[in-house]
């Protein structure tokens, strides 16, 4: 795990992969108690592009019935939030009397978890649940209640596993955060 730079911007290691795995691995395991025994199939609603890695690493350590959905909303540019919300491309299906399960990359001020609650809601979802993969609790201000969270981070700028610079760092097996 080498720093890298992008656009200028110098970024250092700061999680490895393993530990992303741990993280995940405990998240799917209350998932995994929560969700076992039901009787419909719950809808996992990836939020792209960000998520992309941490869904699909999760959806493997998932052992109950779920059928994915996908939803791309944008609210950064560069390396802040906008406040912005903006939707690219709408819910890939019918949430419509089904539970939801959210799955964010990074929940920082919490704009983006409260807008698509509402919108799952105005949609005619059963029941939505939150999980994200990273929360600032430092910059959360909203009384929405996030149901997993693999770790909680301190408020920096953080790329690699899904997380992007300019879109750029997606791919990176772990996390590197802006050096000081």
């Known amino acids: 795990m ?3 730079t992008l656009f200028g911007k110098r ?3 700061y ?8 993280d995940i691995d405990r ?3 209350r998932m995994n108690a929560d969700f076992a025994g039901g009787e419909d199939v719950p809808v996992l609603l990836c939020v792209l592009n960000g998520s992309i890695l941490f869904t699909g690493e999760l959806m493997k350590r998932l052992d109950f019935n779920l059928e994915l959905m996908t939803i791309k909303l944008s609210s950064y540019q560069g390396t802040a939030s ?3 919300i903006r939707e690219i491309t709408g819910i890939s299906g019918n949430v419509k009397g089904r539970r939801v399960i959210i799955v964010e990359d990074i929940v920082d001020t919490g704009n983006t978890i ?3 609650r509402k919108k799952l809601m105005d949609e005619g979802a059963s029941d939505i649940t939150i999980c994200t993969m990273l929360l600032k609790p430092d910059v959360y201000r909203q009384e929405l209640k996030l149901d997993y969270v693999a770790r909680e981070i301190p408020n920096k700028f953080v790329l690699g596993f ?4 300019n879109e ?7 996390l590197y955060v802006l050096a000081e």
């Open 2 to 4: 080498n720093g890298i």
């Open 11 to 13: 970024f250092v290691p």
């Open 15 to 22: 999680i490895p992969q393993a530990e992303l795995e741990q």
């Open 27 to 29: 998240v799917a395991r």
């Open 82 to 84: 906008t406040g912005n």
């Open 114 to 116: 409260v807008y698509l």
């Open 162 to 165: 899904g997380l992007d610079f």
């Open 168 to 174: 750029l760092g997606r791919n990176l097996k772990e």
